[in-house]
């Protein structure tokens, strides 16, 4: 029924993985769908494809933010840009920090910032923020992206209640491993990825993600779907270490 309510969704990420197949769905729902991200021509193509509204600016720039969003009333905001980098944080340069926190955070603040205020005025509209199993659960992994996926984690929450009393519905996912382009960044070769990553395992598709983000969107009016965690059935978090030393 909500999809009926609103008219306008904005998607960053959108040139491939998950926010690409979420443009897709939610274009498919009716909504005209601003898509977001650096590759004009993949975002070109998908524009061709969906009839989204493609975008091409990098998230770390706030000023073509600012101006993206100016004249734009979004319903639908879905956060789900997001890079990762190797190595932990006894390993990692400042670049690892900066862009991590530049992409995976600030830019989900600023873009909440600006879209948030006109759904409260509104009284319509859905943030939905793409956070990860990293964000809740501790494991070995890398540390920056750790803390910035449990920084959206908490921002979720926290948009429930600056938007209290007004029906703008948030909703975080957060999931396990996903099929996409993410680690062939992480370590620079797509094909080594998809041998170490994906080869062999029941990895979620970026289509699983949609059906999540659909459902939520899609739920009656009254009813906000807070938290979503999603992994395959083989992926399961959790686990302790507990060095012996010989020297204690
Ligand atoms: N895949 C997984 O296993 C997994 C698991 C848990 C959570 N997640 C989360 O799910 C979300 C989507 O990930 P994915 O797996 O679909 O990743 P992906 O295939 O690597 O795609 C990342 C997207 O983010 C965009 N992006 C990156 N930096 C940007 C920037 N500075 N400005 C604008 N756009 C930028 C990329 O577009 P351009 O390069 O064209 O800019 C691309 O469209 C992320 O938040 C990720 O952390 C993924």
């Given amino acids: ?8 969704a904005l998607v960053t990420g959108a040139s491939t993985g998950i926010g690409a197949t979420v443009v897709e769905r939610l274009a498919k729902q009716g909504l005209r769908v601003h898509a977001v991200a650096r590759n004009g021509e993949r975002l070109a193509e998908l524009a061709e494809r969906t009839g989204c509204v493609p975008h091409a600016l990098d998230l770390t720039d706030t000023a073509a933010l600012t101006e993206l ?4 009333e979004i319903d639908v ?18 670049f690892g920090v900066d862009e991590l926190v530049a992409v995976n955070v600030a830019a ?10 006109g759904m409260v005025e509104r009284d319509r509209g859905h943030i ?8 809740v659960y501790n494991f070995g992994g890398n540390t920056v992206y750790h803390a910035t996926k449990a920084a959206v984690h908490t921002l979720s929450r926290q ?11 948030i909703t975080e996912i957060c999931p396990g491993r996903v099929e996409t382009e993410i680690f062939g960044r992480l370590i620079g070769d797509m094909e080594a ?7 062999g395992y029941e990895s979620l598709k970026p289509e699983d993600i949609a059906d999540a983000i659909e459902f939520a969107v899609d739920s009656p009016r009254h009813v906000n779907i807070g938290h979503i965690e999603i992994l395959p059935t083989f992926q399961v978090p959790g686990g302790l270490n507990f060095e012996r030393r010989s020297d204690a």
Avoid at 80 to 92: M, P, W, Y
Avoid at 108 to 117: D, K, Q, S, Y
Wanted: net charge positive.
């Fill in 1 to 8: 029924m909500p999809f009926s309510d609103y008219s306008t």
């Fill in 69 to 72: 969003t100016r004249n734009l």
């Fill in 77 to 94: 905001l879905v956060n789900n840009a997001g890079v990762s980098r190797t190595g932990n944080i006894l390993s990692v340069d400042e």
């Fill in 108 to 117: 989900v603040l600023h873009l909440v910032r600006l879209l948030m205020p």
């Fill in 128 to 135: 939905v923020n793409i956070s990860s199993i990293a964000g």
């Fill in 159 to 169: 948009l429930r209640v600056d938007g209290y009393g007004k029906r703008v519905r």
């Fill in 193 to 199: 990825a998809q041998r170490e990553f994906y080869d």
